[in-house]
């Protein structure tokens, strides 16, 4: 009997597509990994973002990462479904591994620790609001 393992899928949907339109293609690629025997574990929504080249003639893309488990056979028919999709840039699944596991979670450690570009562009205006009052 096959075992499941952890694994991730990366897509990158059409950005040009209404927020409804995307939001179905999400749910598209849900419903095929639990069709197909997979069960979701997380699902992570980044959002529109600007490509690093131009793919199918697109710049700007909508992220989403799943994490799902799932027997090894399961992911060729996944992956089967997925490439006949149009609006579908690109995905990526991936076998989560012990050390990439661990990687991880050390770069979750010191990702808090440090924080984002975001929280030093706030700090910062923070800090000069105080020194104009």
Do not use: W
Not at 14 to 40: P, R
Not at 63 to 80: C, G, K, L
Not at 107 to 112: C, D, G
């Amino acid at each position: 009997m096959e075992t499941n393992k952890l694994y991730e899928c990366t897509v990158i949907i059409d950005g040009g597509l209404q927020d409804e339109a995307i939001a179905a293609a999400m749910e598209m690629v849900q419903k095929v990994i639990t069709e197909k025997g997979g069960s979701i574990s997380s699902v992570l929504d980044i959002g529109r973002r600007k490509t690093a080249y131009p793919i199918k003639k697109k710049t700007i893309g909508s992220y989403a990462h799943i994490e799902f488990t799932a027997a090894t056979p399961v992911i060729a028919e996944i992956e089967r479904v997925l490439r006949y999709e149009e609006v579908l840039l690109r995905y990526l699944i991936v076998h989560l591994t012990s050390p990439l596991l661990e990687m991880r979670k050390r770069v979750e450690k010191y990702s808090v620790v440090i924080g984002s570009p975001e929280d030093n562009v706030a700090s910062e205006t923070d800090a000069a609001d105080k020194v104009a009052k």
